[in-house]
């Protein structure tokens, strides 16, 4: 992977993003409608899971925040849940490295942008591995640190990333465990980059049935998921023109321009 930096770091008083972290207020502001651009994020967030789900199957998403996933989710069985107490939230107060549900409790799970903010990956996934049922999916859409992203951590001062911790280690934390709002943008690429590394750690607990690299530069222009930038308002015809676009480009330099990852990790 192509590195800027190795690691760098901000914090909440640096960052140039309003509202980080205000999941109600985000929630509110989708439910107006008046933002397309954010929108059409989302549904390339969340409308892809929909091939890998049955109609019947019982699903959780982890660290959901404002809980976008049932707008674009089929499955009416899905359940929501995060370490906060928000009232549109189906469980509450769950810490996605001990969740307390029940062996062999879900079909699937989804964790979308949530890595990047697990303190310990490997207590994760042992987790989500106890949790889901035989042959059970776990959903990922998580951020491709190209070099394009890095550049536009550094420039707004959000979360940051750190290329030298080493996320197979449980007792050493890959963020600040203090702060839940914490990131380590470059954890996703740790983890997957390296798919010998992973299977050696992980591979007696998942396999990786699906990796996908993808393009998403509209993610730039949506004014923010769980926080509130500038944006530019988009119709659909213009947001399809520029997804197009920045397909061109991502195709040709991943490394350079990327911003997305996603993935299906199948239980062993």
């Not at 409790?105 to 949530?114: K, L, P, Q, T």
């Not at 676009?245 to 199948?266: E, G």
């Amino acid at each position: 992977m192509l590195k800027l930096v190795k690691k760098v770091k901000f914090s909440k008083n640096e960052n140039r993003m309003k509202n980080f972290g205000n999941v109600e207020e985000r929630l509110k502001y989708f439910r107006k409608g008046k933002n397309k651009n954010l929108y059409f994020v989302l549904k390339k967030r969340f409308n892809w899971m929909n091939k890998y789900i049955k109609e019947n199957d019982i699903g959780l998403e982890v660290g959901s925040g404002p809980g976008f996933s049932k707008d674009f989710i089929y499955n009416k069985n899905l359940k929501t849940s995060d370490f906060g107490n928000h009232q549109h939230l189906d469980f509450k107060n769950i810490d996605a490295h001990d969740t307390k549900f029940k062996d062999n409790s879900f079909d699937f799970v989804i964790a979308a942008h949530v890595l990047h903010h697990i303190p310990y990956p490997i207590k994760f996934f042992k987790e989500m591995h106890r949790i889901l049922k035989k042959d059970g999916k776990l959903i990922i859409h998580e951020g491709y640190l190209s070099v394009l992203l890095q550049f536009i951590i550094i420039i707004m001062k959000h979360e940051g990333f750190d290329w030298t911790k080493n996320i197979w280690e449980e007792s050493v934390a890959a963020i600040d465990d203090e702060d839940l709002w914490s990131g380590n943008n470059a954890i996703p690429n740790l983890l997957f980059d390296n798919k010998s590394i992973f299977n050696k750690n992980l591979g007696s607990f998942f396999k990786i049935e699906y990796d996908e690299i993808l393009h998403c530069f509209t993610f730039l222009n949506s004014g923010g998921v769980t926080s509130k930038t500038f944006y530019i308002p988009l119709n659909y015809f213009f947001l399809n023109l520029l997804d197009k676009i920045d397909y061109i480009f991502t195709k040709s330099l991943p490394k350079i321009f990327a911003m997305n990852r996603r993935l299906i990790l199948k239980k062993m």
